[in-house]
RNA sequence: CGCGGGGUAGAGCAGUUGGUAGCUCGUCGGGCUCAUAACCCGGAGGUCGUGUGGUUCAAGUCCCACCCCCGCAA
């Protein structure tokens, strides 16, 4: 058979691990290009700094394109001179205009952080976490035109347990999604995987985090906060404010205990031998916490620091 | 040259107008207790980021240079 060549596009870490497994299992195909989203000017003193993706292409020596836009003509001739027989296409961040997506043999392949139809979007695996879904997976798609609606061609699940970050989540999903990959790749070359079109029923939105959505309610129950806190972890992570001086802490981690403590909502109503917080149902624990400026660290060095006193207030 | 915070004991911090380096926790030893993450007593542990830098009778503290860490914003 034919040696197939697929040129890889992604820039988020979890386009990492799917990248190494194409490049681990090159001697089935040519990784012949890698696209990553251009860097731009970013982070302390505005440095422009290679993403991961772009690092690794280096190192092994693939041909790297970071461009800004597909929709220019050029930006398509370029990609078409490559002569893919497929692409594959894991946390981009780039919108593939039609003439990309129609341009290799077998089409663009996604690998999706999901369990399609639901969670489709930018932010799938920290959603799941924060509506404590019970398990997620990965869908490997064959792109359309639509916002991760295309059909789906394999998927894998894993189960998401109760003290699981997004985080966690991500790493196994990238191993899952990566495996998954390399496992039916040479199917679709061989036209032995059958495209499902996603159902209508079960599908969902998955919008990238706000900022606004980083904050604390505390008058939230502490279970929701406890999942909130877990899905944005580690980043961005989730934050509160002191209300004594403005000061943003953030949680990095925390959890829900089933006791209710006099006080006010948002209050430090303890910090021996536990740090908790009166919630709007239920008692949430901090455990590792991070003030303005400052590094992480435990619950309890902020409290010998004096950086967290007892009968503080947060407020989001 | 985006804005800002910070490097002091194993950890988290304080150190006022320069004048013998402190606090909470941990650790080690002892005590109290049926018991304890509780309480009491005692001990060890620091070239105060770097510069055989500058000012000074005297620098953790003031000045200069450099290194490193972190928050925001992107």
């Given at each position: 058979m034919k040696r197939r060549k697929i040129v890889f596009m992604g820039t988020g870490p979890f386009a990492l691990a799917c990248l190494k497994a194409l490049w681990d299992g090159r001697d089935a195909w040519d990784v012949a290009a890698v696209y990553t989203k251009a860097p731009k000017k970013a982070g302390r003193g505005m440095q422009v700094r290679d993403g991961a993706v772009a690092e690794f292409a280096r190192e092994k020596g693939i041909p790297l394109v970071q461009a800004l836009t597909l929709r220019t003509e050029e930006a398509q001739a370029a990609f078409r001179a490559i002569g893919a027989d497929a692409a594959v296409v894991a946390s981009y961040g780039l919108i593939l205009p039609k003439g990309i997506l129609e341009a290799p043999a077998f089409g663009c392949v996604n690998v999706h952080g999901?369990?399609?139809?639901?969670?489709?979007?930018?932010a799938p695996v920290q959603r799941a976490v924060m509506n404590g879904e019970k398990k997620t997976g990965v869908t490997l798609m064959q792109m359309d035109e639509g916002l991760d609606t295309g059909d789906m061609l394999a998927a894998a699940e894993t189960p998401i347990s109760d003290t699981d970050t997004a985080g966690d989540v991500f790493d196994r999903l990238a191993l899952l999604g990566a495996s998954l990959l390399t496992e039916k790749l040479p199917l679709l070359f061989e036209g032995a995987l059958t495209p499902v079109p996603q159902p209508q029923e079960g599908s969902s939105y998955a919008a990238k985090i706000e900022n606004a959505e980083q904050c604390l309610d505390f008058s939230r129950p502490a279970a929701e906060l406890d999942r909130l806190v877990r899905g944005l972890s580690p980043v961005p992570g989730a934050l509160c404010h002191f209300e004594k001086d403005g000061k943003v802490l953030k949680i990095r981690a925390a959890r829900a205990v089933a006791e209710e403590h006099a006080g006010q909502i948002g209050q430090v109503v303890a910090v021996k031998p536990r740090v908790l917080v009166k919630t709007g149902a239920g008692t949430l624990e901090l455990l590792t916490v991070q003030p303005e400026g400052k590094g992480q660290m435990s619950a309890r060095d902020a409290v010998n620091g004096r950086r967290i006193v007892p009968g503080d207030r947060l407020c989001p």
């Open positions: 999901s369990l399609l139809p639901a969670y489709r979007g930018a």
